[in-house]
């Protein structure tokens, strides 16, 4: 599958603010051909009413990680969508709290794309970042 080279931090940067995933501030880091990295600070808006991080913002993080990873490895002129997704999220996201997501292409073929992301709490005190959630998802390329 040939890389679409157009797909940057540059273009990611230009296209997010407004969407959903920019409003959420999601941001991304690293856009590679079978990786890709994203980062998002934790604030009100991705918590439930019992202060920790919602499902919903878990898997929005990660499937804009995947989502991009995918551009980046479509044939000029196709598409894409999400045909399936599994998300376990491991620990307890709080406000204030920075989580890293690392995307890695596990299979790219005509008709499908597999990725997996893996999604961490920074940490600034040295010791190897806790892994909060693991995504995985199935893109359909149109």
Known sequence: MATNEQITIEAARKAL???FPGNLGIE???IG???VRGVMEVDRRHLHPGGYVHGGAWVAFADTVAAWGTMRNLPPGRGFTTA???INVLGA???GDVLEAVGELLHAGKRTQ???VRVYKRRDDGNKPPL???FICTQMVL
Do not use: S
């Open 17 to 19: 603010p407004g969407t």
């Open 28 to 30: 991304l880091v690293e």
């Open 33 to 35: 051909d079978k990786r």
């Open 84 to 86: 399936e997704l599994k």
């Open 93 to 95: 996201g709080r406000e």
């Open 114 to 116: 597999v990725w997996e």
């Open 132 to 134: 909060m959630a693991n």
